[in-house]
């Protein structure tokens, strides 16, 4: 679903390369979080799969397209082939929730009986049709999260990226939005969540990919840990579960 192949990038006055020959391989249905600290090349990697930035070197294949042979007045319709969701929200002040949703499938040149069918069913999945007629500046920051992800969602993409969806929203509100991308991730969708948040990642437990210098010094594929330094592991208490059984664990 998402390959990168020995991808190398390098921003003019920076003494080291954001990206330094990083392979990753994400199939399809997985959840992925993306883990660093600032600078690591997390921001970088996800540019590179929307097409923000262009490889130095390396290979990038996103569901099936050779990134190499988009040509730039097509990224745009190949942006729209993802879901994105940022942690700023993006969302356009002056129109309501419905018509933010309504507007990302006009520009993906939906017809307006299959906007009316599909913005309901898609803010009802968010838990927000109730506030479909309401204004951006109207709705908490976890409501306005969730408009941003219904926007992402309601063409249905295949893959879905969120850039530090919940770094400016309280931990009940982080729970929700985790949930819901756990949500849309159970109907099919791959999804790669770049995150600071080491409650989110331990209590998720999927696959976890840490980026350090550019590079990948670590990948659980399977009941991921938030860790940044291979010689210290958080402690944390997971349950793993078996047929018939909870086995408590403690990683040290």
């Not at 399809?28 to 929307?50: C, D, R």
């Not at 920051?141 to 309601?154: D, K, M, P, T």
Request: net charge positive; no cysteine; charged share 30%.
């Amino acid at each position: 679903m998402i390959l990168l192949d020995n991808v190398t990038k390098a921003y003019p006055g920076d003494k080291e390369p954001a990206l330094d020959s990083v392979s990753l391989h994400i199939a399809p249905n997985e959840f992925v979080f993306l883990v660093g600290k600032s600078g690591a090349g997390k921001s970088t990697l996800i540019k590179m799969i929307t097409k923000e930035e262009i490889p130095d070197s390396g290979k990038i294949i996103v569901g099936g397209i050779d990134l190499d042979y988009v040509k730039k007045r097509h990224i745009p319709g190949y942006r729209r082939r993802l879901g994105v969701v940022f942690q700023d929200f993006k969302l356009l002040p002056r129109r309501t929730v419905y018509e933010n949703v309504a507007f990302a499938l006009e520009i993906a040149g939906m017809s307006g009986k299959e906007i009316r069918k599909t913005v309901p069913k898609v803010l009802e999945l968010v838990d927000l049709l109730d506030q479909a007629k309401k204004f951006p500046d109207q709705l908490s920051g976890g409501q306005q999260q969730r408009v941003s992800i219904a926007r992402s969602v309601a063409r249905q993409p295949k893959i879905l990226i969120a850039d530090e969806p919940t770094a400016n929203l309280d931990k009940l509100t982080t729970a929700e939005i985790i949930a819901l991308l756990k949500k849309i991730n159970d109907f099919g969708t791959t999804i790669l969540v770049s995150t600071h948040d080491e409650e989110v990642v331990n209590n998720l437990q999927k696959r976890v990919v840490t980026l350090k210098g550019g590079k990948i010094v670590d990948d659980q594929k399977n009941n991921g840990i938030y860790k940044l330094d291979e010689a210290k592991v958080p402690h944390v208490k997971r349950t793993i579960q078996t047929p018939g059984h909870a086995i408590k664990r403690k990683v040290i």
